[in-house]
């Protein structure tokens, strides 16, 4: 981690949720903004070496963001987040599943429901993100999944690293 | 009853997280432990019993007591598995940063 601003992670396996929490040297307004608009959640949301493309975006109540995330083999996943609840610049809530290009939910994926809330000044927001499961099974299928992209990751940081090495 | 123990249900309870913290800086006796807690002597061997059979915690025989010892291992096994999904949101946040900054430095 490059900061000393806030970051927190927790693994709750009894309510089956995932908390996050992390502040972000800029006000509730910006934040939100890079939460909430494709064109901004595109340039941060894919963990690199992958990175999210947009097919639709309508941020709004019942409304949704339809994006996939692509792979530098080009291999992609495509994702539909749900919205509700929206308090703008304070909350809102989203439903995430694992869909075709068209946006048509894969059943064989359970979803999540995330909560995610904005608070803070001018100088600097904190956002809390609740992510909930409907079971053990479903959260530990997400984790693992998690250690696929992690370790592609790790893969990229291991390959940045040799090209310095080998200048 | 088939139930399924793995480390994370031996993390997941508050009173089994404050034994782990306590044995970790010593292998204890179950007697010892329970002065520890408010809760009866039972409920302690229960919690003890349950984070055994996570394979988190062994026991070992020192004359005529039993001690319990943490297994470094296996809590490096939570470690590791939080530590991968942890990268994953700091590597975006750490993008979100940029991103932020950058922003910021439009708007100027």
Request: aromatic share 10%; hydrophobic share 40%.
């Amino acid at each position: 981690m490059r900061s000393a601003l806030l970051f927190d992670f927790t693994v709750d396996k009894q309510t089956n949720t995932i908390n996050v929490k992390r502040e972000f040297a800029a006000a509730p307004a910006l934040v939100w903004d890079a939460w909430t608009k494709a064109e901004l959640l595109e340039k941060w949301w894919a963990p690199k070496p992958w990175h999210a493309e947009t097919k639709s975006m309508d941020f709004k109540d019942g409304g949704h963001w339809l994006y996939a995330m692509v792979s530098p083999e080009g291999e992609k996943h495509w994702c539909k987040v749900e919205y509700q609840d929206i308090d703008a610049q304070k909350s809102f809530s989203n439903l995430n599943a694992f869909c075709d290009e068209d946006g048509n939910i894969n059943e064989a994926f359970s979803r999540s429901f995330w909560t995610n809330t904005f608070s803070g000044d001018e100088n600097m927001t904190a956002v809390n993100v609740d992510i909930k499961y409907k079971t053990t099974e479903d959260l530990e299928r997400m984790v693992a999944m998690g250690f696929k992209e992690g370790f592609t990751m790790g893969l990229q940081n291991l390959e940045d690293l040799l090209e310095q090495l080998t200048k | 009853m088939e139930t399924r123990r793995d480390i994370f249900q031996a993390i997941a309870d508050p009173t089994r997280r404050a034994i782990i913290a306590l044995i970790a800086l010593q292998a204890m006796t179950p007697n010892a432990l329970a002065e520890h807690f408010d809760s009866t002597r039972q409920a302690v061997s229960k919690h003890l019993r349950i984070l055994t059979e996570c394979e988190l915690i062994t026991q070992k025989q020192q004359g005529r007591e039993i001690y319990y010892q943490l297994e470094i291992d296996k809590m490096k096994e939570i470690d590791k598995w939080l530590k991968q999904f942890r990268e994953i949101w700091e590597n975006r946040f750490n993008q979100l940063d940029d991103l932020l900054s950058n922003l910021k430095n439009q708007q100027k």
